[in-house]
């Protein structure tokens, strides 16, 4: 499935072209999303499906930003946590699609919100910095991680330092 996802992704991003570079930085998110999962699926948490590139991108830019390569990546591979669940370890929780969705709309902000520790205690939104990544925001208002490849490895290490 990541390798398709790779395939999908690997010149376009809504618009934007990458380079070589950029196909080495998809191809080390794609080794950290492979990871994630395997938690995920470890801990039994159930996935929701994959969400279509111009689905992302719509939405995206309904909340009045563009979607970056990375965005794109991980949505394009994992829709989220199936029915709110959250990991073991963090009590933290990757939204579903459409909550995802519903939360923006009703709480606009500067970036978009797309999971939580806690049942939002505290929240992470994507901020658009580059046709290639976006950066990773607490709603505390602290720059968290500024590539979303960071803010995942981090997680895998030690999330509670993502606090």
């Known amino acids: 499935m990541m390798e398709a996802v790779g395939n999908r992704l690997n010149r376009k991003t809504c618009g934007a072209q990458m380079s070589e570079t950029d196909s080495v930085r998809q191809a080390e998110l794609t080794c950290v999303l492979r990871r994630c999962i395997a938690k995920w699926q470890d801990e039994g948490i159930s996935l929701a499906p994959p969400v279509a590139g ?31 669940e959250f990991d073991d370890d963090f009590l933290w929780s990757l939204w579903p ?17 797309f999971c939580d520790h806690s049942i939002g205690v505290v929240t992470w939104s994507l901020r658009y910095e580059t046709p290639i990544h976006s950066s990773i925001w607490s709603s505390h208002g602290v720059l968290t991680a500024p590539t979303l490849q960071l803010f995942l490895e981090q997680y895998l290490r030690n999330p509670w330092q993502l606090l």
């Open 54 to 84: 111009d689905e992302v991108c719509r939405v995206w830019q309904a909340f009045g930003t563009e979607a970056s390569a990375d965005v794109l990546q991980l949505f394009a591979t994992v829709g989220g946590f199936q029915d709110y």
């Open 97 to 113: 699609w459409e909550w995802l969705t519903k939360r923006n709309t009703e709480s606009p902000g500067e970036g978009v919100m």
